[in-house]
């Protein structure tokens, strides 16, 4: 049991439930996560005290490399001293969004990010390529692209984001710990 789901144990289980539904949802889209890299994950919550405690617990086992204000909302980045492993995947960077206007039905991990190396305004090509055309049409099945507001000099970090409503998967071009290191 990796050292984190001591302090945190609702998150053990909640991770174990995430990699089952990952996992159907990129069998249904078609998309072989094993040849890929996961850049991070995130969590989700409900409340400001929920976003403490977790921040708390995440800071004790790992060290927090950014803590910026995006869309209104506190967003921290933790870099664990020892990685989660989410389908094989050893993941490091654990990102945390205080709650924002938007509520979410779930509250535990909810996206991971998949880093697509190339040009930033061709991310969209180069997610969906990967997918079955198949997965795209399913029901319930949202796709959406967006481009944060950079400080001068920061990296591209256009994301497409690929969700059923419950679990998401988002491509962006540069591993976020790039990206936070060219915006200082």
């Known amino acids: 049991m990796h050292p984190l789901f001591i302090s945190l144990p609702e998150l053990a289980d909640d991770l174990s439930q995430f990699e089952q539904k990952l996992s159907s949802f990129t069998q249904?889209?078609?998309?072989?996560?094993?040849?890929?890299?996961?850049?991070?994950?995130?969590?989700?919550?409900?409340?400001?005290?929920?976003?403490?405690?977790?921040?708390?617990?995440?800071?004790q086992h790992g060290r927090c490399f950014s803590e910026a204000v995006i869309g209104g909302r506190p967003i921290h980045l933790y870099r664990l001293v020892e990685p989660l492993v989410l389908l094989n995947h050893s993941i490091a960077i654990v990102e945390l969004p205080w709650p924002g206007e938007?509520?979410?039905?779930?509250?535990?991990w909810e996206h991971v990010e998949v880093v697509?190396?190339?040009?930033?305004?061709?991310?969209?090509?180069?997610?969906?390529?990967?997918?079955?055309?198949?997965?795209?049409?399913?029901?319930?099945?949202?796709?959406?692209?967006?481009?944060p507001e950079a400080k001068a000099g920061a990296l591209d970090n256009t994301t497409l984001a690929v969700t059923n409503g419950e679990i998401t998967l988002k491509f962006h071009t540069y591993p976020i710990d790039e990206v936070v290191a060219s915006e200082q």
């Not at 890299?37 to 617990?57: F, N, V, Y």
């Not at 040009?119 to 079955?132: H, K, N, S, T």
């Open 116 to 147: 697509l190396a190339g040009a930033p305004e061709e991310i969209g090509q180069r997610a969906m390529a990967l997918i079955d055309d198949r997965g795209l049409v399913m029901p319930g099945i949202s796709v959406k692209t967006r481009r």
């Open 28 to 59: 249904q889209l078609g998309l072989n996560l094993s040849e890929l890299t996961l850049d991070h994950i995130s969590l989700r919550c409900h409340q400001d005290r929920t976003a403490e405690r977790w921040a708390t617990a995440l800071s």
């Open 102 to 108: 938007k509520r979410y039905r779930h509250e535990g």
